[in-house]
Nanobody, 124 residues
Framework: QVQLVESGGGLVQAGGSLRLSCAMS????????MGWFRQAPGKEREFVAF????????YYTDSVKDRFAISRDNARNTVYLQMNSLKSGDTAVYYC?????????????????WGQGTQVTVSS
């Protein structure tokens, strides 16, 4: 049984920073990776960032490039999302997800396992 637990969300002023963590337990068959998605009220869930199991490959949606950084600590089975220069448009519930495939990493349907989400609110 794979479980993902996010933490690190909160309220921050625009321009500030937060680091989200996603702790994973269990094993996933395949060689995919971990992704972060977010969902704002009234909007669809959208891709934010992806990191392969090896950590060699990372991808970001354009709106967060140069501001967010995804990383992983395999010894702790934890993936992080460092978010800098936060904007009000980054306000959303952030979810981590795990996949056994690295294909279509920006599509939510690719991921079989999801965390419960953590709220990030950026005040302007």
């Amino acid at each position: 049984q794979v479980q993902l637990v996010e933490s690190g969300g909160g309220l921050v002023q625009a321009g500030g920073s937060l680091r989200l963590s996603c702790a994973m337990s269990g094993q996933i068959v395949g060689t995919g990776g971990m992704g972060w998605f977010r969902q704002a009220p009234g909007k669809e869930r959208e891709f934010v960032a992806f990191i392969s199991w090896s950590g060699d490959s990372t991808y970001y949606t354009d709106s967060v490039k140069d501001r967010f950084a995804i990383s992983r600590d395999n010894a702790r089975n934890t993936v992080y999302l460092q978010m800098n220069s936060l904007k009000s448009g980054d306000t959303a519930v952030y979810y981590c997800a795990a996949s056994g495939s690295s294909r279509n990493y920006d599509q939510a349907r690719t991921y079989a396992y999801w965390g419960q989400g953590t709220q990030v609110t950026v005040s302007s």
